[in-house]
């Protein structure tokens, strides 16, 4: 029977189905989705299958077992081309019809969306997980729902920025079948945990029944072969589905030999994650050649067709289990994430390594496994050796046809002792997946048990394979030396000495440094990997070695309870579940706390607040406005918004260069390219216009959008490319040619040591309190620590959404610019100056914003303002969202700082003085420089240092402009204030709480430090109470006792536990809103501040209830519901002069704002109701007022403002946190076991959204101070510039028990509804983590002192002080512990032996 091949492309999206003929085969099923669907629910956030924001749901029908196949894929690496015959569906197709699905309702109710950009993503995956598990149970008869353990991977590969991720975790859960209701947290379905069993039934219960099914239609386009193509001018390119091998190779020969065109076989496409450049006019689909989907099971093997996906080949693996097998399978599991795994082949994998030296874990384990692998040409097939194939030439005609794992079963045997071992390992900041491997190993022994004098037990190695893979140079290798010693010897202590000291010599010869790791770091792990192998063998061998040295080192850890202490007690005396400190209405607790300290599996946590009815609705736990919106996917973001006719695309042309003039520029090949249209620059700002795209209302300084004729940093803007598509405007602002002369401008800084050196200072802020003045003496202590330098470092914010404008021109020279926009208004005023035009001709329109976290403070302009100018040219609508490596590049983020402090201090730890020197990385232009200075000098005053001076340098670098992000300035003031008084704890051998303790405010020195206004009445200032109930709470002394004890017993794995308090400085800013009633009695509210995340809508929905509910006075609670209030998006030209979002006081300004609205509101509704009450309606309704009121002409519109004088008020805000974390000494990677946190919100707005916004930021910190590190080359370039290279944290990195209690002060008339902000102080709490840290680094050095015999006791613990700089990277981790710890270790266990024997 003849072939069939179709040449349309057939699939289903949302049920309904999709037929495509001209379809180019690069473009993906993410920009499909977005660009010609009305679903923009698939969000775009990296587009490197690092984000899971553009997940979907692919259904696959197998023809012959007529069964559908469902799994969640990254729409962003998959070719719209490779979903051929199957069904798309996106969040919106969960719905059932028009209801959400309760997946949806969930994410909502449990407070699982803040921004709401990840949320479409978190609920296809989420959903699809659901339904596989349904479908289990018709096969195995199990059970319909995951078990909790389980749940809670579901998201394992999705990123967050917002939430912390607790309370999506909590949605997994919720489904789970071994949940305990009441340890979910906060949400909207129950009061508190009392309330979980009777209440659980308002949650919307899943039903599988009701899932969309396969559409019918499809089960006939299946397994026909496609052949598309697009056929557009410069984009000649084709689709090609083979079915076999023989029709490969005609395909082949045919398009590279007599077409000439360049060919690239695919199977999951993931690798474009990874090289985005390749981009063949060819591509040839393999993934439905039988010979390379097989699977079999022999009785030597298995042998694994090349084009099987990762996750076929774990389900086998772990269905056919043993010793080999099942190690695969785990590892494979922290490959990518479920959704690149669905997806990626084995064969892929191992021809991105073979090819590319991709850094893969598949090679390394299948090396260590000894598998073999056969390839195919059109001529024959050869079989080899995995390690001969990896070190061949890079595979270029041949295909990978299949991979043979051998089965080691038989190796073993009982009668004769012979067992097999195999250990595969990995380390990754991201324990679980998600992140590429720094390197990775797989070791295979065969060994034979014996005890040959009758005493000991021996284990001897008969055979052995030891593969290292991402050592940083080209592929996984085996090290043949270290395994040709190794075999045939007895392990024990010498033996393994040797081994270890033969695999660094080995190694060190293909370790490479490369951009992100050291070689030495490299080493060091491998060597521990190879010891961690060997360690059983040497508890066996060597019985004299103390268990507790051994312990923990290959992941299990000795908890057993100790002199010291056990770890095993009740957390908290209870204050932190029951306790209340205001005269509220009560206490509302959710979730558990853990009845042990210590490691634990899964995740909990427990949130406990006040509730006040004072102000009703305000205080209230309501859910987000709109948050079921954005799980559906429904609420449109300014890259959702649909597009008018003939709107255009920007993107951004950038220097290569970090300081160069620019000598010549040719945008003539970009313009000829495909579909562009023109390039925007200097050239193009209008007459009466300014080269300006920041605007610095304080300062007054203007900040260039375009380069003119230098350039100040790699990224800098020479322009803007317009083309009619986006992938045609980036496609064309790479070919534009750029050339720099740059010799005549010097050399460029890049640190702030290169910028003090040459005197490059933007600002200097300077401050001095107590008796130290500038140039003065310091307060004489006991003892000084002298001029030591700390660094902390950089941090991108990360939001999910990228920086988007759309610029819409109008008549007479009106515009306008939808954006995502933290300051709607300053932009109007940039506008107006670039463009040259009036404000009133410029309307700023922002509904919401994808996460912001400052970034979308003065960076969102230069966007907007790019787009504009193009929009203004061309006299079209221009769209500009940036991709993520260009946002990355461009946006800067935190300031990388330096400290240099001299203290001086007291014995008991009392500080008498403090001399600090900061030095500041500001990048390239101004910003907000001015203010860092000052939010720097906040965060410092945390301590009474009772004398102090102190100067920031803001320093003027070639590097990306840094702006504000969430706590500014604040975070590294906060770390260093941090480590002075760790410093001065280590030097005097003290427990750093009791130095903290000694040194902590009170009110008289918070006035001192503050000033009277901030530091408010004394009963308002917290700070005591809420670090002596924190400590009590969190069982603090006991706690720490435990820990001491748990790491007498460990070498290889320490704890560290830290309590420490903040303070910190909020300042107000003035705030507007208008609250519009309309005719039906509903109402409508414009503000100032924009909706972020940070719930400032719901909140202000909140107020506005309340202020309009007032018209009855005290007794009006509720009268106005919140069903009856909408938010409105921002818009300049309706609400004039709103003013910045920023600071974390937005919310409570706006709220008062929206109040202050109601209040003019209320007195002119008030005489209707008092004559509706005299006519003889004793309770007029809302609508009743409303219409009588309407029907009286009377104004039912009003705004409100919130003022202060200034530049704003300020008030206190305090809180603390305890946090204790576990160290892998080996790897120097870090899990949070618990954190414990109280925060003094005042009488809390709304505590659902507070404790939202406590815990996103405290995840956020602790990204800051483990997981992510922005990195720069040596020519200013930004290694970290994806989400291959930096890592904001996920489920991996959080804590896995997590107590937020909330703390409520008495009324305090000078707050705003006796609120206090939590948008950004609870960041500063994540310092407790890099404490902890380095507690546990601590205990890991004295060990090494230990084994070296130095020191004894508490002499040893005072001269184990160290700098741990910022952050804490499993790397810098590592080397802190020691990078030779294994051979110290090793050696000391021989000397030991010898003793011992002499003895
Ligand atoms: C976000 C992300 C995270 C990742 N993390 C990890 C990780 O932690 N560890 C790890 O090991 N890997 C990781 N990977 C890599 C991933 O495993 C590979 O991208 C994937 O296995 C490649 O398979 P594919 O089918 O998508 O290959 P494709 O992208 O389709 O192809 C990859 C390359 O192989 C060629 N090719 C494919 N099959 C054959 C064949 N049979 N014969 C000849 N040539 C062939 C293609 O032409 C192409 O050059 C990650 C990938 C992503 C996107
Ligand atoms: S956009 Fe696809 S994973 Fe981030
Ligand atoms: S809610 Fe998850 S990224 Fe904002």
């Known amino acids: 029977m003849g072939k069939t091949v179709r040449s349309n492309l057939v699939f289903a999206l949302n049920g309904e189905r999709v037929e495509l003929k001209d379809v180019d085969p690069q473009t993906s099923l993410l920009n499909y989705i977005r660009d010609e669907t009305d679903y923009k629910g698939t969000k775009r956030g990296c587009g490197e299958g690092g984000c899971g924001s553009c997940v979907v749901m692919l259904s696959k029908y197998d023809p012959e077992s007529k069964e559908v196949e469902e799994f969640t894929i990254n729409s962003c690496l998959a070719p719209v081309c490779s979903v051929d015959g199957c069904a798309v569906t996106t969040t919106e197709g969960f719905k059932h019809g028009k209801e959400p699905h309760p997946v949806h309702t969930r994410l909502a109710g449990f407070h699982g969306s803040q921004c709401g950009f990840c949320t479409p993503g978190m609920a296809v995956t989420i959903a699809t997980s659901l339904r596989k598990c349904a479908r289990k149970t018709k096969e195995d008869g199990g059970t319909a729902q995951p078990t909790s353990a389980e749940a809670e991977r579901f998201i394992a590969g999705n990123l967050c920025r917002c939430t912390g991720y607790r309370p999506i975790l909590d949605v997994c859960k919720s489904f789970a079948s071994d949940v305990d209701i009441e340890d979910l947290g906060i949400n909207t379905f129950w009061e508190s945990s009392k309330d979980a069993h009777s209440n659980k039934g308002s949650m919307k219960a899943y039903q599988p029944e009701k899932d969309t099914k396969f559409p019918s239609f499809l089960e006939n386009e299946t397994g026909e072969s496609l052949e598309v193509s697009s056929i557009r001018p410069g984009e000649e390119r084709a689709w090609r589905s083979a079915s076999s091998l023989t029709e490969l190779f005609d395909m082949y020969r045919y398009e590279r030999d007599e077409k000439k065109r360049d060919v690239h076989f695919v199977v999951g496409n993931t690798s474009s994650g990874v090289y985005k450049d390749f981009k063949p006019a060819v591509y040839i689909d393999i993934s439905r050649i039988p010979e390379l989907q097989r699977i079999r099971q022999t009785d030597s093997s298995l042998e694994v067709g090349a084009a099987v996906t990762l996750s076929k080949l774990i389900e086998n693996l772990v269905k056919i289990g043993g010793p080999v097998f099942a190690e695969l399978a785990e590892h494979l599991k922290k490959v990518a994430n479920a959704h690149v795994r669905n997806r990626a082949s084995v064969g892929g994998n191992l021809i991105m390594s073979q090819k590319y030296g991709f850094a893969s874990d598949v090679a390394t384990i299948l090396l260590g496994s000894g598998s073999r692998v056969t390839m195919s040409s059109d001529k024959d097939n050869t079989a080899m050796d995995l390690e001969e194939f990896l070190a061949g030439p890079p595979l270029e005609t041949n295909i990978l046809q299949s991979i043979h794992i051998p089965s080691w079963e038989k190796s073993s045997d009982k009668e004769s002792s012979k067992r097999v071992l195999f250990r595969t390992y990995r380390s990754s900041p991201r324990i679980n997946g998600n992140a590429v491997s720094s390197i990775n190993a797989a070791f295979l022994a065969v060994v034979q048990s014996s005890i040959p004098d009758g005493s000991k037990p021996a284990s001897k190695v008969l055979q052995l394979r030891l593969a290292f893979g991402a050592l940083g140079g080209p592929h996984a290798i085996q090290a043949t030396k270290t395994e040709k010693y190794l075999n045939e010897k007895i392990i024990n202590v010498d033996v393994l000495s040797k081994a270890v000291r033969i695999l660094r010599e080995e190694l060190s010869s293909y370790t490479k440094d490369d951009k992100l790791h050291t070689a030495e770091y490299r080493l060091s792990v491998g060597v521990g990997f190879l010891f961690q192998f060997f360690k059983p063998l040497i508890t066996e061998t060597d019985v004299d070695a103390p268990p507790s040295y051994l312990a923990g080192v290959n992941g299990e850890v000795d908890n057993g309870s100790t002199e010291n202490g056990g770890d095993t007690f009740a957390v908290g005396n209870g204050a932190l579940m029951n306790g209340s400190v205001g005269e509220d209405s009560g206490v509302r607790s959710y979730g558990k706390s853990a009845p042990k300290t210590g490691r634990r599996n899964g995740f909990i946590g427990k949130q406990s607040f006040p509730i006040s009815n004072e102000f009703y609705p305000v205080s209230q736990p309501t859910g987000k406005f709109g948050a079921v919106l954005q799980a559906t996917g429904e609420a449109v973001y300014v890259d959702d918004i649909p597009l008018p006719p003939g709107t255009l695309h920007a993107a951004f042309v950038s220097s290569k260069k970090a300081l160069a003039k620019i000598t010549a520029l040719d945008a003539s090949d970009a313009l000829a390219s495909p579909g562009a249209k023109s390039f925007v620059s200097v050239k193009d700002i209008p007459p009466n216009g300014e080269n300006v795209g920041n605007i610095l209302e304080l300062t007054e300084a203007r900040d260039p959008v375009f380069a003119e004729d230098t350039v100040g940093f790699v990224g800098h803007p020479l322009g803007v490319m317009v083309a009619d598509s986006y992938e045609h405007a980036l496609e064309a602002a790479k070919q534009v040619k750029v050339e720099y002369d740059e010799t005549s401008v010097g050399k460029p800084v890049l640190t702030v040591e290169e910028a003090a050196a040459k005197n490059l200072f933007k600002t200097t802020h300077l401050s001095s309190l107590g008796n130290a003045s500038v140039g003065e003496v310091l307060v004489k202590g006991d003892y000084r620590i002298e001029n030591v330098e700390l660094f902390a470092g950089g941090q991108y914010y990360f939001y999910m959404e990228t920086q988007t404008a759309l610029a819409v021109p109008d008549e007479d020279d009106c515009i306008t610019v939808y954006s995502s926009t933290q300051n709607p208004e300053a932009l109007q005023l940039v506008l107006g100056a670039a463009l040259g035009i009036p404000l009133h001709n410029i309307r700023v329109i922002t509904r919401r914003l994808g996460g912001a976290f400052g970034g979308k403070n003065t960076k969102s302009h230069m966007i907007a303002v790019a787009c504009a100018l193009a929009a203004v040219k061309l006299k079209k ?91 500014p300035g604040e975070v590294q003031g906060n770390f260093f204030a941090e480590s002075i008084i760790e410093h001065v704890a280590s030097f005097l051998g003290l427990d750093p709480a009791k130095v903290r303790e000694v040194n902590l405010h009170t009110h008289d020195s918070a006035i001192k430090f503050f000033g009277r206004k901030a530091a408010g009445g004394e009963v308002y200032f917290t700070l005591p109470k809420v670090w002596h109930r924190l400590k009590d709470s969190s069982n603090y002394e006991a706690r720490k006792r435990s820990v001491r004890g748990f790491n007498q017993k460990n070498m290889w794995v320490k704890r560290g536990i830290s309590i ?236 896995h028990q997590f107590n937020v209690e909330l703390l409520n002060t008495a009324v305090e008339p000078d707050r705003i509804l006796s609120s206090k902000g939590a948008g950004e102080p609870p960041l500063l709490l994540a310092t407790s983590v890099h404490n902890s840290i380095r507690e546990a680094v601590r205990s890991a050095r004295a060990d090494l002192q230990l084994l070296a015999g130095d020191q004894s006791g508490s002499e040893r613990e005072k001269s184990s002080h160290f700098l741990m700089h910022s952050s804490a990277t499993m790397e810098r981790v590592k080397k802190l512990c020691g990078l030779y710890t294994v051979e110290q270790y090793l050696e000391w266990l021989s000397k030991k032996q010898v003793a011992d024997v002499l003895a």
């Open 877 to 967: 609508p221009v769209r500009m969202t940036l991709d993520r490596n260009t946002d990355m590049e461009y946006c800067g983020g935190r300031h990388e700082s330096k400290a240099t402090y001299t203290v001086e201090f007291n014995k008991d730890g009392k500080i008498t003085s403090l001399d600090s020197y900061v030095l500041m990385n500001g990048g390239f232009a101004d910003d907000y420089q001015d203010l860092m200075g000052l939010l720097m000098e906040h965060s410092m005053r945390c301590y009474n240092w009772n004398s102090w001076r102190h100067v920031t340098k803001i320093c003027r670098t070639n590097l990306p402009t840094r702006s504000m992000m969430r706590a």
């Open 1060 to 1295: 420490m308090p903040i303070v910190y400085q909020n300042l107000q800013q003035p705030r507007l809103a208008r609250v519009t009633i309309f005719a039906d009695a509903s109402v409508a509210v414009e503000s100032g501040g924009t909706e972020m995340g940070q719930g400032l809508f719901t909140k202000v929905q909140q107020a506005t209830a309340y202020g309009l509910s007032r018209l009855w006075g005290d007794k009006g609670a509720g009268k106005v519901p919140l069903s009856k209030i909408r938010i409105v998006q921002n818009d300049t030209i309706s609400l004039a002069n709103g003013g910045y979002t920023n600071a974390g006081t937005t919310s409570e300004g706006t709220c008062e704002a929206a109040v202050n609205a109601c209040n003019i509101l209320v007195n002119t509704l008030r005489p209707v109701l008092l004559e509706l009450q005299s006519k003889g309606t004793e309770s007029p309704s809302w609508e009743a007022v409303v219409q009588k009121a309407k029907f009286q002409n009377l104004p039912l519109s009003a705004e409100g403002q919130h003022s202060t004088t200034g530049f704003g008020t300020e008030y206190l805000v305090c809180g603390a946190a305890v946090s204790e974390v576990e160290v892998d000494v080996v790897t120097g990677g870090v899990t949070i076991l618990q954190t414990d946190l109280i925060y003094d919100t005042g009488k809390s707005l709304n505590p659902a959204v507070d404790i939202g916004q406590i815990e996103g930021s405290f995840v956020q910190g602790v990204g800051y101070y483990v997981t992510e590190e922005v990195k720069w080359d040596e020519n200013g370039v930004l290694i970290t510039n994806g989400t291959w290279t930096y890592k904001p944290p996920t489920i991996d990195n959080i804590p």
